[in-house]
């Protein structure tokens, strides 16, 4: 059975409804990749690796987790923090705006509970993905530690994916995530950036200079991301272009790189070529946006990709 890991965090949501109303839910950027993965192919076997609380909170996420049928052995429980939360407000012109409590969060801490007898059960896997969000809520004194871990699970054939996902809120200087990123690129062997995310750190405008500016890097597979615009994929120096058929219905664009995300890497991994990975990708992540929220309904997204061929 194929297995890939997803590491990083996943937090508590409280959307308003109305004045008087909040509904609350689960999101976070690699768990919706995680979601969607697992409802495309359910025979991969797709884990989580975070950290939560020991709270009512984390239990229901843990078991939120498992009702979508994800891992969670690699779940680890904090004995003393909770999980991450954020609140979503939409204006009247369809404006959204956030506000975030996540910087003590429990998942700050995952590095520290990948032990020696951890990193050798994870060496046994296929993937290990992970975002710049990842890598910009994990403790700065677990950074060696988990480098350390990725070179591993490099050596042991494990490939490394990794999307930049830029949150400027979430780091302290440009920098900073630049000498990250630069170790991330290192150790990648698939890579997923949206054009937008990598124009504010290296100044790059369009596919063609993202392909440019991770040539020095030995990335043997680069899925350039362009919201409706196209997908630029290029493996041991193929380049491809690859037409998305836009979505006019756009309700909201939250989770559409980390349904293309999930969904690419689950027909990578279950033997698809580049060309239809990116076609079933481009397909979830049109789906998920005609949908409020991160996470669409079960059953409207599934009939999406039923019709997609899956
Ligand atoms: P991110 O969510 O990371 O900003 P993008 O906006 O680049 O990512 O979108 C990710 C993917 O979602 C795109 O590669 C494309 O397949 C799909 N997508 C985004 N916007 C649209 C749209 N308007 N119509 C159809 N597909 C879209």
Not at 102 to 114: G, I, M, N, P, Q
Request: aromatic residues 10%; charged residues 20%.
């Amino acid at each position: 059975m194929n297995t890939i890991y997803f590491m990083g965090e996943c937090m508590v949501e409280l959307r308003a409804m109305s004045a008087a109303t909040l509904h609350q839910s689960f999101a976070g950027d690699v768990y919706n990749s995680a979601v969607y993965l697992k409802r495309c192919f359910p025979e991969v076997s797709t884990s989580v690796i975070t950290a939560l609380g020991q709270d009512n909170l984390s239990k229901k996420m843990r078991e939120r987790f498992e009702s979508e049928q994800l891992d969670t052995q690699y779940v680890f429980s904090h004995e003393s923090k909770v999980p991450g939360m954020y609140y979503i407000e939409t204006d009247e012109h369809g404006e959204r705006s956030f506000i975030y409590w996540r910087s003590d969060s429990a998942a700050k801490k995952t590095v520290e509970f990948l032990n020696a007898e951890c990193v050798d059960q994870l060496c046994q896997g296929d993937m290990f993905f992970f975002s710049g969000i990842s890598l910009a809520i994990i403790d700065k004194t677990s950074r060696d530690q988990f480098w350390k871990v990725l070179e591993q699970l490099k050596s042991a054939g494990v490939k490394i994916v990794f999307d930049p996902n830029y949150r400027a809120r979430l780091w302290d200087s440009v920098e900073d995530t630049k000498a990250q990123y630069h170790s991330a690129f290192n150790l990648a062997d698939i890579t997923l950036p949206g054009v937008e995310d990598l124009t504010t750190l290296y100044d790059v405008h369009s596919v063609e200079a993202v392909i440019e500016y991770l040539k020095p890097y030995q990335i043997n597979e680069i899925v350039v991301k362009n919201g409706p615009e196209s997908v630029i994929t290029q493996q041991n120096n193929t380049l491809q272009s690859h037409t998305i058929i836009p979505v006019t219905t756009v309700v909201d664009t939250t989770s559409a790189g980390d349904a293309f995300n999930g969904v690419y890497l689950g027909a990578r991994l279950s033997g698809k070529s580049i060309a239809t990975a990116v076609q079933l990708g481009a397909k979830a992540a049109g789906a998920v946006i005609q949908q409020p929220g991160a996470i669409a309904p079960k059953d409207v997204f599934q009939h999406a990709m039923v019709e997609a061929g899956i």
